[in-house]
């Protein structure tokens, strides 16, 4: 028997019966752990709420043989604020979803749990636009996962920025009006690359303490979201939702 604690945000639950739950926990040390929690779904389950959809707590998993169970949960967040607005709560369905796209088992996630907790704490917070957290939290989460896009200046000459530039979603990389490529790519001001910059590169600390003009963020966004699908090559269906609420 195998035991094995961590602090773990669950980004996917699954009813078993009537009183059971299989969950997926993304943790930082162990990456996705799947366990199954019995008599989860109880009233006076002492796991009701810790292993509920975006509940952030402290997990002691035991596996005997191949499968995890919830020996303990300790919650420490819920983002029940959330719930109670169907943008946010889509929009914090839809993180879960990429995090459970983009994650993988017995594979370090710190970086990634960590972004995903800020942002859902953002969107609790109001402390920054649904449309600004989810942008930012899609560029840099395709940065931590291999896929940051090259922004350092025009590709082909190197022009560093002008006033009109182009974003390749297929290739992720800029160019200036003389070197445009063939295929899909983004008109983008300069304002809209030093944002992209910014969230690519800055320290984590500091990638979601920027401001945008109502305009430039709407082409931020376009781009980043554009960028995503494009590398996943997949729909998502929580986005699907998500749009239908903003459109």
Request: charged share 25%; with cysteine; glycine share 4%.
């Amino acid at each position: 028997m195998i035991k094995i604690t961590a602090p773990g945000l669950v980004i996917k639950e699954q009813s078993i019966g009537e009183a059971d739950r299989l969950i997926t926990v993304l943790t930082a040390q162990y990456g996705l752990v799947r366990a199954f929690s019995r008599g989860a779904k109880k009233t006076k389950s002492k796991k009701l709420a810790a292993t509920s959809l975006m509940a952030y707590a402290d997990f002691t998993f035991v596996k005997t043989k191949d499968a995890y169970s919830v020996e303990d949960a300790q919650v420490k967040e819920v983002f029940f604020e959330l719930r109670q607005d169907v943008e946010k709560m889509a929009l914090a369905q839809y993180f879960c979803e990429l995090a459970y796209e983009f994650c993988d088992e017995e594979y370090e996630s710190e970086e990634v749990l960590r972004l995903f907790l800020n942002a859902l704490w953002l969107l609790k917070s109001n402390k920054k636009t649904p449309l600004f957290v989810k942008s930012v939290t899609e560029m840099r989460l395709m940065s931590l996962s291999g896929y940051m896009p090259a922004l350092l200046g025009c590709d082909k000459c190197g022009e560093y920025e002008s006033a009109t530039m182009y974003f390749s979603a297929e290739n992720g990389k800029i160019y200036c009006e003389n070197c445009l490529p063939v295929g899909q790519r983004y008109c983008i001001n300069a304002s809209v690359i030093q944002a992209m910059r910014y969230v690519t590169l800055s320290d984590f600390e500091k990638i979601f303490s920027f401001t945008l003009k109502d305009e430039t963020l709407a082409k931020f966004a376009e781009v980043c979201e554009s960028y995503l699908l494009h590398k996943t090559q997949r729909k998502f269906k929580t986005l699907d939702f998500y749009r239908t609420l903003i459109l």
